[in-house]
């Protein structure tokens, strides 16, 4: 059972930041791809951005573009969001994925664990 582990969600202004993480306990976490997923209430599931194991290709969701940045690090099992300039429609609960496939693409599907979610909401 592989277990992800998000982090970092909270309450946070119009035009603020917040940072997400999400762990993996896992000796293969450099094998996956991962991405983040967002829901809000009453909307279907969107994808918010994905990066390639290596970190190489990195693919974005058009509403977070410009505003949102995916990275990881390996040698910490970690994969982060840094969310900027966040908006009110921001507000959702925020998944990470994980996909042990051998090519990213498609990135908004085919993946193969998830995590818990963290909330996150922007006031206005």
């Known amino acids: 059972q592989v277990v992800l582990v998000e982090s970092g969600g909270g309450l946070v202004q119009a035009g603020g930041s917040l940072r997400l993480s999400c762990a993996a306990p896992?000796?293969?976490?450099?094998?996956?791809?991962m991405a983040w997923f967002r829901q809000a209430p009453g909307k279907e599931r969107e994808f918010v951005a994905a990066?390639?194991?290596?970190?190489?290709?990195?693919y974005y969701g058009d509403s977070v573009k410009g505003r949102f940045t995916i990275s990881r690090d390996n040698a910490k099992n970690t994969v982060y969001l840094q969310m900027n300039s966040l908006k009110p429609e921001d507000t959702a609960v925020y998944y990470c994925?994980?996909?042990?496939?051998?090519?990213?693409?498609?990135?908004?599907?085919?993946?193969?664990?998830w995590g818990q979610g963290t909330q996150v909401t922007v006031s206005s």
């Open positions: 990066i390639s194991k290596s970190g190489g290709r990195i």
């Open positions: 896992e000796r293969t976490f450099s094998s996956w791809h």
């Open positions: 994925a994980a996909k042990r496939a051998v090519i990213i693409l498609p990135v908004t599907s085919g993946y193969d664990y």
